[in-house]
T-cell receptor, first 115, second 113 residues
Framework: DTGVSQDPRHKITKRGQNVTFRCDPI?????LYWYRQTLGQGPEFLTY????????KSRLLSDRFSAERPKGSFSTLEIQRTEQGDSAMYLC?????????????FGPGTRLTVL | KNQVEQSPQSLIILEGKNCTLQ??????????LRWYKQDTGRGPVSLTI?????NTKSNGRYTATLDADTKQSSLHITASQLSDSASYIC????????????FGGGTRVLVKP
Protein backbone atom coordinates (compact mmCIF):
# COMPACT_ATOMS: atom_id res chain seq x y z
CA ASP A 1 0.00 0.00 0.00
CA THR A 2 1.58 3.28 -1.11
CA GLY A 3 -0.99 5.60 0.48
CA VAL A 4 -0.72 7.72 3.61
CA SER A 5 -0.51 5.62 6.76
CA GLN A 6 -1.06 6.59 10.37
CA ASP A 7 -0.24 4.83 13.59
CA PRO A 8 -1.90 4.01 15.87
CA ARG A 9 -5.41 3.86 14.47
CA HIS A 10 -6.93 4.17 17.92
CA LYS A 11 -5.56 5.51 21.20
CA ILE A 12 -7.27 5.61 24.57
CA THR A 13 -5.50 7.53 27.29
CA LYS A 14 -6.17 9.08 30.64
CA ARG A 15 -6.36 12.81 31.12
CA GLY A 16 -2.94 14.29 31.79
CA GLN A 17 -0.98 11.68 29.85
CA ASN A 18 1.15 12.43 26.80
CA VAL A 19 0.42 10.80 23.45
CA THR A 20 2.32 10.69 20.16
CA PHE A 21 0.96 9.87 16.73
CA ARG A 22 2.90 9.05 13.61
CA CYS A 23 2.14 9.76 9.97
CA ASP A 24 3.94 8.29 6.97
CA PRO A 25 3.09 10.27 3.84
CA ILE A 26 3.19 9.12 0.23
CA UNK A 27 6.90 8.82 -0.39
CA UNK A 28 7.35 11.42 -3.12
CA UNK A 29 5.19 14.06 -1.42
CA UNK A 30 6.90 17.15 -0.04
CA UNK A 31 3.98 18.54 1.90
CA LEU A 32 2.42 17.03 5.00
CA TYR A 33 -0.63 18.33 6.84
CA TRP A 34 -2.24 17.59 10.20
CA TYR A 35 -5.95 18.08 10.82
CA ARG A 36 -8.30 17.45 13.71
CA GLN A 37 -11.86 16.25 13.17
CA THR A 38 -14.56 16.00 15.82
CA LEU A 39 -17.70 13.95 15.37
CA GLY A 40 -20.06 15.33 12.75
CA GLN A 41 -17.70 18.11 11.72
CA GLY A 42 -15.29 18.63 8.87
CA PRO A 43 -11.55 18.49 9.49
CA GLU A 44 -9.86 21.58 10.96
CA PHE A 45 -6.35 22.55 9.90
CA LEU A 46 -3.66 22.25 12.58
CA THR A 47 -0.30 22.60 10.86
CA TYR A 48 1.64 21.80 7.72
CA UNK A 49 5.18 21.03 6.65
CA UNK A 50 7.03 21.50 3.43
CA UNK A 51 9.84 18.97 3.62
CA UNK A 52 11.16 19.33 7.19
CA UNK A 53 10.07 22.93 7.65
CA UNK A 54 6.92 23.64 9.62
CA UNK A 55 5.46 26.57 7.68
CA UNK A 56 2.16 27.28 9.36
CA LYS A 57 0.41 26.53 12.62
CA SER A 58 -3.24 27.08 13.42
CA ARG A 59 -4.36 28.89 16.55
CA LEU A 60 -5.98 25.53 17.41
CA LEU A 61 -2.48 24.19 18.02
CA SER A 62 -1.98 25.12 21.65
CA ASP A 63 1.38 24.94 23.37
CA ARG A 64 0.53 21.39 24.47
CA PHE A 65 0.72 20.29 20.84
CA SER A 66 3.95 19.86 18.92
CA ALA A 67 4.57 18.44 15.48
CA GLU A 68 7.83 17.45 13.86
CA ARG A 69 9.02 16.16 10.54
CA PRO A 70 12.74 15.76 11.22
CA LYS A 71 13.91 14.28 7.93
CA GLY A 72 11.18 15.53 5.66
CA SER A 73 9.56 12.10 5.52
CA PHE A 74 7.38 10.85 8.39
CA SER A 75 5.89 13.22 10.93
CA THR A 76 4.88 12.97 14.57
CA LEU A 77 2.22 14.88 16.45
CA GLU A 78 2.57 14.94 20.22
CA ILE A 79 -0.05 16.09 22.68
CA GLN A 80 1.16 16.74 26.20
CA ARG A 81 -1.04 16.72 29.31
CA THR A 82 -4.06 15.53 27.33
CA GLU A 83 -7.49 16.94 28.12
CA GLN A 84 -10.91 15.48 27.41
CA GLY A 85 -11.42 18.16 24.78
CA ASP A 86 -8.54 16.68 22.80
CA SER A 87 -10.68 13.65 21.98
CA ALA A 88 -11.02 13.66 18.22
CA MET A 89 -9.84 12.04 15.01
CA TYR A 90 -6.41 13.29 13.99
CA LEU A 91 -5.94 13.15 10.24
CA CYS A 92 -2.73 13.42 8.29
CA UNK A 93 -2.58 14.30 4.61
CA UNK A 94 0.20 14.69 2.09
CA UNK A 95 0.58 16.31 -1.29
CA UNK A 96 3.26 16.98 -3.85
CA UNK A 97 4.53 20.50 -4.28
CA UNK A 98 2.41 21.73 -7.12
CA UNK A 99 -0.07 24.28 -8.34
CA UNK A 100 -3.63 24.98 -7.27
CA UNK A 101 -4.75 21.55 -8.42
CA UNK A 102 -2.50 19.82 -5.92
CA UNK A 103 -4.63 17.17 -4.19
CA UNK A 104 -4.15 16.23 -0.56
CA UNK A 105 -4.34 12.52 0.11
CA PHE A 106 -5.56 11.61 3.56
CA GLY A 107 -4.56 8.82 5.86
CA PRO A 108 -7.09 6.74 7.80
CA GLY A 109 -6.68 8.87 10.92
CA THR A 110 -5.88 8.22 14.55
CA ARG A 111 -8.90 8.30 16.84
CA LEU A 112 -7.96 9.64 20.26
CA THR A 113 -10.17 9.14 23.30
CA VAL A 114 -9.18 10.93 26.49
CA LEU A 115 -10.88 9.53 29.58
CA LYS B 1 -13.16 34.77 7.54
CA ASN B 2 -13.08 31.88 5.06
CA GLN B 3 -16.08 29.64 5.54
CA VAL B 4 -17.77 26.70 3.82
CA GLU B 5 -21.37 25.86 4.61
CA GLN B 6 -23.08 22.65 3.52
CA SER B 7 -26.69 21.57 3.41
CA PRO B 8 -28.46 19.47 4.35
CA GLN B 9 -26.57 18.19 7.40
CA SER B 10 -27.90 14.72 6.76
CA LEU B 11 -29.95 12.92 4.18
CA ILE B 12 -31.67 9.55 3.88
CA ILE B 13 -32.47 8.22 0.42
CA LEU B 14 -33.63 4.93 -1.02
CA GLU B 15 -31.27 2.85 -3.09
CA GLY B 16 -31.49 3.77 -6.75
CA LYS B 17 -32.71 7.32 -6.13
CA ASN B 18 -30.82 10.52 -6.91
CA CYS B 19 -29.86 13.27 -4.50
CA THR B 20 -28.15 16.66 -4.54
CA LEU B 21 -25.94 18.16 -1.87
CA GLN B 22 -25.26 21.89 -1.59
CA UNK B 23 -22.19 23.91 -0.68
CA UNK B 24 -21.82 27.69 -0.24
CA UNK B 25 -18.45 29.27 0.41
CA UNK B 26 -16.88 32.61 1.22
CA UNK B 27 -13.24 31.63 0.65
CA UNK B 28 -11.18 34.33 -1.02
CA UNK B 29 -9.20 34.50 -3.20
CA UNK B 30 -10.70 31.34 -4.62
CA UNK B 31 -8.40 28.69 -6.06
CA UNK B 32 -10.41 25.50 -6.41
CA LEU B 33 -13.22 23.46 -4.89
CA ARG B 34 -13.16 19.77 -4.14
CA TRP B 35 -15.72 17.26 -2.99
CA TYR B 36 -14.43 14.51 -0.72
CA LYS B 37 -16.18 11.31 0.36
CA GLN B 38 -15.45 10.11 3.88
CA ASP B 39 -16.55 6.67 5.00
CA THR B 40 -17.09 6.21 8.73
CA GLY B 41 -13.79 5.91 10.56
CA ARG B 42 -11.71 6.58 7.45
CA GLY B 43 -9.91 9.53 5.96
CA PRO B 44 -11.54 11.62 3.21
CA VAL B 45 -11.04 10.60 -0.42
CA SER B 46 -11.15 13.14 -3.24
CA LEU B 47 -14.05 12.77 -5.70
CA THR B 48 -13.79 15.87 -7.89
CA ILE B 49 -11.86 19.09 -8.19
CA UNK B 50 -12.95 22.24 -10.04
CA UNK B 51 -11.14 25.48 -10.71
CA UNK B 52 -12.67 28.90 -11.33
CA UNK B 53 -13.22 28.26 -15.03
CA UNK B 54 -14.91 24.89 -14.66
CA ASN B 55 -18.61 24.64 -13.95
CA THR B 56 -19.14 20.89 -14.00
CA LYS B 57 -17.08 17.78 -13.35
CA SER B 58 -18.14 14.15 -13.26
CA ASN B 59 -16.68 11.08 -11.61
CA GLY B 60 -18.82 8.07 -12.38
CA ARG B 61 -22.22 8.58 -10.74
CA TYR B 62 -21.02 11.75 -9.01
CA THR B 63 -21.44 15.10 -10.79
CA ALA B 64 -20.26 18.33 -9.23
CA THR B 65 -21.21 21.82 -10.37
CA LEU B 66 -19.65 25.15 -9.56
CA ASP B 67 -21.01 28.68 -9.88
CA ALA B 68 -18.07 30.91 -9.03
CA ASP B 69 -20.19 34.05 -9.30
CA THR B 70 -22.64 33.01 -6.60
CA LYS B 71 -19.99 30.95 -4.78
CA GLN B 72 -22.11 27.84 -4.77
CA SER B 73 -21.42 24.22 -5.62
CA SER B 74 -23.51 21.09 -5.71
CA LEU B 75 -22.79 17.38 -5.76
CA HIS B 76 -25.34 15.19 -7.50
CA ILE B 77 -25.39 11.45 -6.87
CA THR B 78 -27.18 9.44 -9.54
CA ALA B 79 -28.76 6.03 -8.97
CA SER B 80 -27.51 5.79 -5.41
CA GLN B 81 -25.99 2.58 -4.08
CA LEU B 82 -25.62 1.32 -0.53
CA SER B 83 -21.89 2.03 -0.77
CA ASP B 84 -22.64 5.72 -1.24
CA SER B 85 -23.52 5.92 2.46
CA ALA B 86 -20.85 8.28 3.77
CA SER B 87 -20.15 11.91 4.63
CA TYR B 88 -19.56 14.20 1.69
CA ILE B 89 -17.35 17.16 2.43
CA CYS B 90 -17.02 20.31 0.35
CA UNK B 91 -13.50 21.72 0.53
CA UNK B 92 -12.35 25.06 -0.83
CA UNK B 93 -8.76 26.09 -1.40
CA UNK B 94 -7.59 29.69 -1.27
CA UNK B 95 -4.79 31.06 -3.39
CA UNK B 96 -2.23 31.07 -0.65
CA UNK B 97 1.01 29.36 0.20
CA UNK B 98 0.54 25.87 1.50
CA UNK B 99 -2.62 24.96 -0.41
CA UNK B 100 -4.55 25.52 2.79
CA UNK B 101 -8.02 24.00 2.70
CA UNK B 102 -11.26 25.16 4.30
CA PHE B 103 -13.65 22.29 5.00
CA GLY B 104 -17.39 22.30 5.23
CA GLY B 105 -19.07 20.35 7.99
CA GLY B 106 -20.16 17.65 5.59
CA THR B 107 -23.47 16.08 4.61
CA ARG B 108 -24.07 12.61 5.99
CA VAL B 109 -25.83 10.47 3.41
CA LEU B 110 -27.51 7.21 4.32
CA VAL B 111 -28.71 5.03 1.47
CA LYS B 112 -31.34 2.50 2.51
CA PRO B 113 -32.32 -0.62 0.56
Amino acid sequence: DTGVSQDPRHKITKRGQNVTFRCDPISEHNRLYWYRQTLGQGPEFLTYFQNEAQLEKSRLLSDRFSAERPKGSFSTLEIQRTEQGDSAMYLCASSSEGGPGDTQYFGPGTRLTVL
Amino acid sequence: KNQVEQSPQSLIILEGKNCTLQCNYTVSPFSNLRWYKQDTGRGPVSLTIMTFSENTKSNGRYTATLDADTKQSSLHITASQLSDSASYICVVSAQAAGNKLTFGGGTRVLVKP
